[in-house]
């Protein structure tokens, strides 16, 4: 008993640190490979397109954080500067998994009026993973 | 007992302006639509914030931190009236809403200078984190007070909704304050709607509205994906 408590705060400890973008994108294949059965891995390609599409609404994700996301964004609403989305801007994006979700949650919301699929985050990130500087 | 002056006009302005805005703040948090909107209710909400603090030094009578922040003994003798069934009848704030009013005005606080610092890239994700957890614990003690009011206002039979109006309750006349204070309360009234017109207007520094600066300054590419 004590040795699995002692297991979960590790866990839980382990939780907390930081990551790369390529565990969190793993961590997204492994929640795609049990929501979606036909799970067929990740696309950059699609993810580029899911990136600048406007899907029937106002906004893409590009209309605040750029195309290509390598370079500075700037907010749709109020003009403000967004620092560059890519991880190989040099910045720490997709090293907080906990941030990732949040941020996914809100924009996803903005841009698709829903949230999206681990299939979905998947792809955006392995197109951003691809875009180098 | 009759019915007298207590609340002065600027603290019963201040009171509401104050939860209108943070509903308002609440309702545009969570889309980066608002985000603009959300910003100057955040500031609107921080100058009521600001002026309450020098309001509780030279305002009326019960609005003044001298005449509401009591010691523990005095909130666990009204804590225990309520339980007793008959509590303690105060004019002003009962000593532990006293404490809930600093309790107030400290998350506050802290919710607006996180928040400005998050707007402004100060302080990071752990910044952004306080400003929600402080939002949060803010929005919880509202709904105590809320709660506290309802049950207040029927353990003595008094609508304190509407004295939060009127400025009315009731009491002995020398327990009166004698001027509504209305000079001071049209003030703060006339600086809430210039700030808002102002803002609306497109009008205020990049501090506060980067988006003026972005409109001046800025070369729009028009873009099918924007």
Redesign the interface.
Known sequence: MKRVVLAALLGAALAAQAETPEQILASYEAQARTRAPGFAGFSATRGQQFF???HGSEW?C???HG?PPTGQG???????AI?ALAPAAGSERFT?PA?TEKWFK??C??VLSRACTAQEKGDVLAYLLRSAR | MQRILVWDLPTRLFHWLLAASFAGAWLTAESERWRDVHVVLGYTFAGLIAFRLLWGLVGSRYARFSSFVKGPAAVAAYLRSLLGGSPEHHVGHNPAGGWAVVALLALGTATALSGFMTYNDLGGHFMEELHEAAAGAMLALVLVHIAAVVLSSLLHRENLVLAMITGHKRGLLPQAIRRPRWIAGTALAAAVVAFLSAAYQGALPDVVQASAHAERSAHHPHDDDD
Do not use: E, F, L, V
């Open positions: 600048s599409a406007r893409s590009a209309s605040c195309a700037k907010h749709a609403k109020t003009g403000k620092a907080d941030k809100r924009n919301n903005d």
